[in-house]
């Protein structure tokens, strides 16, 4: 089977860096996906990447390295509003989608 | 409305009944999928619907019955449930599945709790 591995919970301080690890081992890899959601809501994309490298986008980036099976996400100048739980996906060889268990992010002001 | 919306956004069931959750999404996607969230474990894919025909069932349960009369509607019925099977189910669309597909669009998911 697919294994994403995230840590669980992260804290950080308002207008700080955090940065989330995710590790996976898939059969066969066609891109990865973050998603935020915050309490009570849908989770909403907020990157992807297949290729590596670093992708920005305003305030977060997520990088990715294929031959070590780990991306980041980074999110800087933290808000109270980043305060969600932070999800890695990976889509496998047969372009299934495969979701690791979550990191849930508070920002303390 | 745009987006995927899904309906009710919490319920309550004895495990005797029989329910239904619901989807609808007005994005024009032709694929669409229910997954179940539980506390602190990963998104769990159970069915995928591509152009109305089912192409995915994840090993599910039979008294989860899924059903999607057209691409913008998409049903859950629940029969004989267990107390385990309490969790966020959510409800997502995309443009397509396969080697064309792209960014999954969710609904805000149906809170169910068994009794």
């Known amino acids: 089977g697919q294994n994403i591995d995230q840590p669980t919970e992260m804290t950080a301080t308002e207008g700080a860096i955090v940065q989330i690890n995710c590790t996976y081992q898939?059969?066969?890899?066609?891109?990865l996906f973050w998603y935020q959601q915050h309490a009570g809501e849908a989770p909403t994309f907020l990157s992807y990447?297949?290729?590596?490298g670093l992708e920005e986008k305003g305030r977060f980036s997520s990088f990715l390295s294929r031959s070590k099976g780990y991306s980041y996400l980074l999110l800087k100048e933290l808000q109270m509003k980043d305060s969600a739980s932070y999800l890695c996906a990976v889509r496998d060889g047969d372009y299934k989608l495969s979701f690791g268990a979550g990191t849930t992010v508070t920002v303390r002001a | 409305e745009t987006g995927v919306t899904q309906t009710p956004r919490h319920l309550v069931m004895g495990m005797t009944n029989k329910k239904s959750l619901k989807c609808e999404q007005h994005?024009?996607?032709?694929?669409m999928y229910w997954y179940k969230q539980s506390a602190k474990k990963p998104l769990e894919l159970m069915f995928v619907y591509n152009f109305k025909e089912q192409t995915e069932n994840n090993s599910v349960p039979s008294r989860f019955s899924p059903e999607c009369p057209n691409s913008s509607h998409l049903f859950l019925h629940l029969h004989t449930l267990q107390p385990e099977d309490s969790a966020l189910y959510l409800c997502?669309?995309?443009?397509?599945?396969?080697?064309?597909?792209?960014?999954?669009?969710f609904g805000a998911g149906s809170r169910l709790t068994v009794l």
């Open positions: 997502a669309s995309s443009s397509s599945t396969g080697a064309g597909a792209n960014v999954l669009t």
């Open positions: 994005l024009g996607h032709n694929a």
């Open positions: 898939t059969s066969g890899f066609n891109g």
């Open positions: 990447n297949v290729l590596d």
